[in-house]
Every structure is written in structure tokens, then in C-alpha cells.
């Protein structure tokens, strides 16, 4: 029988957790800016973790971000095997996380369409359906 909390879901929020205070504390290269990290997806063998991370500033500075946080993986995975208490300290993956700026793109698309449709006169009812003449017998 599974069990219902496994350890990798337990232990994402605390990588996540750390791998704030690390990236915030001990990175000082300006092209990683002010980055979120949003979600932390550990492989069950606890030895994989993908990182989502996110940015206020457009994609090509988020994408430079990642790579940015890449090249230094090997020195926040040594920082967080000092802090954390496990046997082995997973390989980090960064990526992307472009779910949030799809959500404002879409917000930013279905406000502009109620303004659109707010600006424009009422033409009556719009009918969907059959028409309402009689139909054609043969």
C-alpha cells in the first residue's frame, strides 16, 4: 500500500524553503535579479530536484537567470548538503517557469475583450439554435 506523504513531497517545501535563503544570500551575480523560486518537483529517489523559477523581468532575462543558476547548481547543491541532514543532496535542474506570465497574458487578453465588448452598442439578442420557421415538408 503507497504511502500518503511521501518523503519527496515533504522535503520539496523545505528545498524550497533553502534554496531561497541560498540564492538570495549567497549569489551576487546582478543577471540573476530578483528571482522567485516557485515550485520544487523532487524525483521519488530523492536524488533529482527540478526547480521552477520565475522572474519580474521579461523572458530573455529570465531565461539568462536560469542559466545563470545553472552554473552555479554545484555550489548551492555543496551549500545545501551543509544545511540539510541526508545522505545524498539532490542534483538540481533549474527551469523556467512561464505559468505565470501565460496567466497575465490571458488575464491581460480577456480584460481588453470586455472592453471590447463593453464599447460596443447592444445589438439585441443573439439567437443559437433553430431558426423559427416551420419546417419544409416534402
Request: charged share 30%.
Amino acid at each position: 500500500m503507497p504511502r500518503e506523504y511521501p518523503r519527496a513531497a515533504r522535503l520539496a517545501p523545505q528545498l524550497q524553503r533553502e534554496l531561497t535563503e541560498l540564492i538570495r544570500d549567497e549569489l551576487t551575480d546582478p543577471r540573476i535579479g530578483q528571482v522567485t523560486v516557485t515550485h520544487v518537483d523532487c524525483s521519488p529517489d530523492l536524488r533529482n530536484a527540478k526547480i521552477s523559477i520565475s522572474s519580474f523581468g521579461d523572458d530573455a532575462q529570465l531565461r539568462v537567470a536560469v542559466k545563470v543558476l545553472e552554473g552555479a547548481a554545484m555550489r548551492l547543491r555543496r551549500s545545501l548538503g551543509s544545511r540539510l541532514k541526508m545522505r545524498y543532496t539532490p542534483q538540481l535542474r533549474f527551469v523556467a517557469d512561464m505559468a505565470l506570465r501565460e496567466g497575465d497574458r490571458i488575464s491581460v487578453l480577456i480584460r481588453a475583450a470586455t472592453a471590447r465588448d463593453k464599447a460596443q452598442p447592444a445589438q439585441g439578442p443573439v439567437t443559437v439554435g433553430p431558426s423559427d420557421e416551420p419546417a419544409k415538408k416534402d
